[in-house]
């Protein structure tokens, strides 16, 4: 059974990235979930246009599938490890682990914060 852990409707900034990576702080990820069921769309800075999907687990951490097209036309497809740590004031972030399923070579680990509701 799914906990309270629910990521629809929030909308997220990267904190920090590996550099062989390609979101950077302009990148805003926009979070739909349907049951266990997690997706998204990602765009700005390093990426052109991005989608996301994967499942959620109990403990709200995340198994995703992501691919997009980066700044300099390059598809590039991965997959990521999440595990979810609920912020004092109840946004979300997010610990990422990731590597290149496609597009580009090697892994690397990043953050991402949930935007607080007034500025989005």
């Known amino acids: 059974m799914v906990t309270d852990i629910d ?3 929030r909308v997220f900034r990267s904190v920090s990235n590996t550099d062989s990576g390609d979101v950077d702080q302009e990148t805003r990820f926009h979070y739909h979930q349907r049951g266990r069921v997690v997706s998204g769309t990602y765009a700005g800075g390093g990426v052109r ?3 996301l999907i994967g499942v959620v687990d109990d ?3 995340l198994d995703l599938r992501y691919a ?3 700044a300099d036309g390059r598809l590039m497809t991965g997959r990521c490890d999440t595990a979810l740590q609920v912020l004092p ?3 979300y972030r997010l610990h990422e682990t990731w590597e290149w399923t496609g597009g580009g070579q090697g892994s ?3 953050v ?3 935007v607080p509701a007034d500025s989005t």
């Open 7 to 9: 990521y629809d409707g």
């Open 49 to 51: 246009d991005g989608v």
């Open 59 to 61: 403990d709200g951490s």
């Open 68 to 70: 997009h097209v980066a």
């Open 89 to 91: 004031d109840g946004r």
């Open 108 to 110: 690397g680990v990043s």
């Open 112 to 114: 991402v914060e949930e």
